[in-house]
């Protein structure tokens, strides 16, 4: 499976963004996927979860009520709608495939290469 995220830039302390993850390859669909996201200095962390089917989401309690995950599996994408971004949320973001809802960047085997959201305050 490969992952090619964009969407990132640089908005202002709440402000809309949305990014997409593309995904190719055999069965990508089926896969869960996740977006993750690393601030400078920190170590990657969970943002949000969807299943292969769509209607299972997880969200780190962090973004819960601000962002959403979905998918459009016709296209092969998953979306991350983030709302009400504050400077907290200035990091890179990866989206991630693998096989189980869960929050463990360990359990997810493959990644796009990342995309830099930077939010002013």
């Known amino acids: 499976v490969q992952l090619q995220a964009s969407g990132g830039g640089l908005v202002q302390a709440g402000d809309s963004l949305r990014l997409s993850c593309a995904a190719s390859?055999?069965?990508?669909?089926?896969?869960?996927m996740g977006w993750f996201r690393q601030a400078p200095g920190k170590e990657r962390e969970f943002v949000a979860a969807?299943?292969?089917?769509?209607?299972?989401?997880y969200y780190a309690d962090s973004v819960k009520g601000r962002f959403a995950i979905s998918r459009d599996n016709a296209k092969n994408t998953v979306y991350l709608q983030m709302d009400r971004l504050t400077a907290e949320d200035t990091a890179v973001y990866y989206c991630?495939?693998?096989?189980?809802?869960?929050?463990?960047?360990?359990?997810?085997?493959?990644w796009g290469q990342g995309t830099l959201v930077t939010v002013s305050s």
């Open positions: 991630a495939a693998g096989r189980l809802l869960v929050t463990a960047y360990l359990a997810y085997g493959y």
């Open positions: 969807i299943g292969g089917s769509g209607p299972n989401t």
């Open positions: 390859g055999r069965s990508s669909s089926t896969y869960v």
